[in-house]
């Protein structure tokens, strides 16, 4: 995931919606699959999700995203299966039991985690960060140094990602094995590295601003920008879409 987070062109709707569009639906959907612990309903956010990003021509990039999610979640779903006795005994342990209530919250955890972090990933990756911060700006009215604040944490994830890997490929050269041992020892060949990278972001972080305030950050207004989003049919469609799923999520979970 190299170019984790990169603009990706395209010509599908998604692309052409309105930013701040974009991100009330991804928000929206994200919100409801936390609102939801129905397993069919989450399950069908994340074929949503993988149909959208069919649709925007990033299955790839979302598989990895995907895949990236499992693996954090698994831990999480682990730690539950092992705490949650709850369901039908399966296993029998000295502090409780592995029963099929557990492994199935442990299942609705990945898929909710999966499902969740989809909308949100197409809809950053699809629009460029500049329109973001300018569409914040004249249709939300959000202050300019907050919507730049909100972009700018965003394109330092990939550069941040960037520098560790440089680190450590270069602490590989040097004969450092970092492939080798368990979690644990991964963890104490990992930590030394953390230094340097937050000396680098720190570095990152001061030419930043102060190349931002050479060129007038702080006199940056809402009618400084010359583009303009309006809203379209589209845009007011996909909102209402991602509102009904909302409903449909605490209808759900309701239900339960």
């Known amino acids: 995931m190299s170019n984790f987070l990169g603009y990706v062109e395209g010509e599908s709707f998604l692309h052409r919606m309105n930013p701040v569009a974009k991100l009330v639906c991804s928000i929206v959907l994200c919100v409801a699959c936390f609102c939801s612990s129905n397993l069919v309903f989450l399950c069908g956010m994340l074929a949503l999700g993988l149909a959208l990003a069919k649709v925007c021509d ?15 979640s698994l831990i999480l779903a682990i730690i539950q299966v092992l705490s949650t006795p709850a369901g039908a005994q399966l296993i029998a342990l000295p502090w409780g039991y592995i029963g099929t209530g557990g492994l199935l919250a ?91 990278l937050l000396v680098g972001s ?34 007011f469609a996909g909102m209402a879409a991602s509102a009904i799923l909302l409903a449909m999520a605490i209808t759900a979970t309701v239900m339960l």
């Open 202 to 235: 720190v570095r990152k972080v001061n030419s930043t601003a102060l190349a931002a305030e050479m060129r007038g950050f702080g006199l940056r207004t809402a009618e400084s920008g010359y583009d303009e989003y309006p809203f379209a049919a589209r845009d």
């Open 106 to 196: 442990a299942a609705t955890t990945i898929v909710r985690l999966i499902a969740a972090s989809i909308p949100l990933y197409l809809a950053l990756s699809v629009t460029k960060l500049s329109d973001i911060t300018n569409s914040l700006v004249k249709v939300a009215h959000v202050p300019y140094k907050y919507a730049f604040t909100f972009t700018s944490t965003i394109r330092f994830i990939p550069v941040f990602m960037a520098d560790m890997h440089a680190i450590t490929e270069a602490q590989t050269t040097r004969g450092v094995n970092m492939d080798e041992g368990g979690i644990v020892n991964k963890v104490r060949l990992m930590a030394p590295l953390c230094v340097p």
């Open 58 to 72: 990033m299955v790839s990039a979302t598989l990895k995203l995907a895949k990236a999610v499992f693996l954090f």
